[in-house]
């Protein structure tokens, strides 16, 4: 079994299948540039200020849409920062 040691953790994946899928799974997915710490921070922020924007779109009744907006906004970056931590704790796995 391929084990994969992170600052968290040891990481191992239960068959070969499953290690294939997840790395088809992060084959070609880009953190647009959010790998460094920095990135990890900054997407942190993004993702605290969204969800407030959101309590407060929620609490002036906004529609569906605008809603809608900030959710894929919201969706987008927690998927971006799950990235970028994937990619410092388990640089270039990926691609490997």
């Not at 079994?1 to 992170?6: H, I, N, Q, R, T």
């Not at 994946?13 to 990135?39: I, K, M, P, W, Y």
């Not at 605290?48 to 929620?58: I, T």
């Amino acid at each position: 079994m391929d084990e994969f040691l992170a600052r968290c953790g040891c990481f191992g994946a239960f068959s070969t299948c499953d290690l294939q899928a997840f790395r088809a799974t992060l084959e070609g997915v880009h953190t647009n540039g959010h790998d460094g710490a920095g990135g990890v921070d900054e997407l942190s922020e993004r993702i605290a200020a969204l969800a407030a924007q959101r309590q407060e779109l929620r609490e002036a009744n906004a529609s569906g849409e605008v809603l809608e907006e900030n959710r894929r906004q919201l969706s987008e970056s927690q998927w971006a920062l799950s990235q970028a931590l994937i990619e410092r704790h388990l640089p270039g796995f990926a691609s490997s």
